[in-house]
């Protein structure tokens, strides 16, 4: 029952026109589409976390999920931006970075991964942190839910290790613990 489901929502976001060449594959939908507010084309996955034994798809709040994450306002989105780099450059304080620029200018959205209660957004920071990925868990309401830094070393042939930190504090001690390896 999976595949038709996964069909059906495949069909609803084709007609719904939010996606470029929308294709589902491994128990995604994914295409590229525009964040207007960021001025950025980004890979879109919509994850709609289905089981072997589902039977249905609440293939509406995904849609509403995709067109909130596409069609969030620039004050929003700002805010988010803001938030992400206020809350970085708290936590690495007098760290040093490759390049010293405000992380608001360097940030760079490039995937979404879209669930029907929440979106994950990853940017790329090639000048401050051009060997991390940084994923923000945003709710349904697009309110910061989770910040994750993510080291890229191990992305070649390796596993990759995630880190999640439950506050500023942790992430300060784990970008830390990684300075000193």
């Known amino acids: 029952m999976t595949s038709a489901l996964l069909d059906h929502l495949l069909a609803r976001i084709v007609d719904s026109g939010l996606l470029d060449e929308p294709v589902a594959e491994n128990g995604l939908v994914y295409g590229r589409a525009t964040i207007d507010a960021a001025g950025t084309v ?28 596409l069609s969030v306002s620039e004050t929003r989105w700002r805010a988010v931006i803001d938030e992400v780099a206020d809350d970085i450059d708290e936590a690495v304080d007098d760290e040093p970075v ?52 993510r080291d890229r070393d191990g992305a070649e042939g390796g596993s990759v290790e995630t880190v999640d930190f439950d506050s500023l504090d942790d992430l300060l001690d784990g970008i830390s613990r990684a300075d000193e390896r």
């Open 98 to 149: 490759l390049e010293q620029i405000d992380l608001r200018d360097d940030l760079e959205a490039t995937s979404v991964v879209v669930f029907a209660d929440a979106v994950l957004v990853a940017f790329d920071a090639p000048k401050q942190f051009p060997n991390s990925r940084i994923l923000v868990q945003l709710d349904e309401d697009l309110e910061i839910a989770n910040i994750e830094v």
């Open 42 to 69: 980004v890979t879109v996955n919509v994850d709609p976390e289905l089981e072997d034994d589902d039977d249905t798809l609440d293939d509406d709040a995904l849609l509403a999920a995709i067109t909130r994450i």
